[in-house]
């Protein structure tokens, strides 16, 4: 039952662009029981769009703002971590 959503950054490098995916201030405004943050920094623009009960990080630096917010947070390649976590649920099922 999850989307996909990005931030402004990424959608204006996405191929084709992804505006209507958009996750901000100006765009689409979230409210999921859980938000996993994928190679996210946590800008105040793209976190006042998302209003999560839980909101996980991934991000390789370590020094992410998003950390300072995210109930949880891994420091990992988001490609990497988001293919090992996809793999995990889709062998529970």
């Keep these: 039952g999850g989307e996909a959503g990005v931030t402004r950054e990424a959608a204006s490098t996405a191929a084709p ?5 958009v996750i901000d201030a100006t765009g689409r405004r ?13 800008s105040p623009s793209h ?13 390789r630096d370590v020094k992410a ?6 109930r949880y ?7 990497e971590a988001a293919a090992a976590i996809r793999g995990a649920l889709e062998r529970r099922g």
């Design 17 to 21: 662009p992804a505006e209507e995916r």
């Design 30 to 42: 979230i409210h999921p029981r859980l938000y996993i943050a994928c190679a996210a920094s946590g």
């Design 47 to 59: 976190l006042s769009g998302v209003g999560a009960e839980t909101l996980v990080a991934i991000n």
């Design 65 to 70: 703002p998003i950390f300072e917010i995210a």
């Design 73 to 79: 947070g891994l420091v990992a390649d988001a490609r």
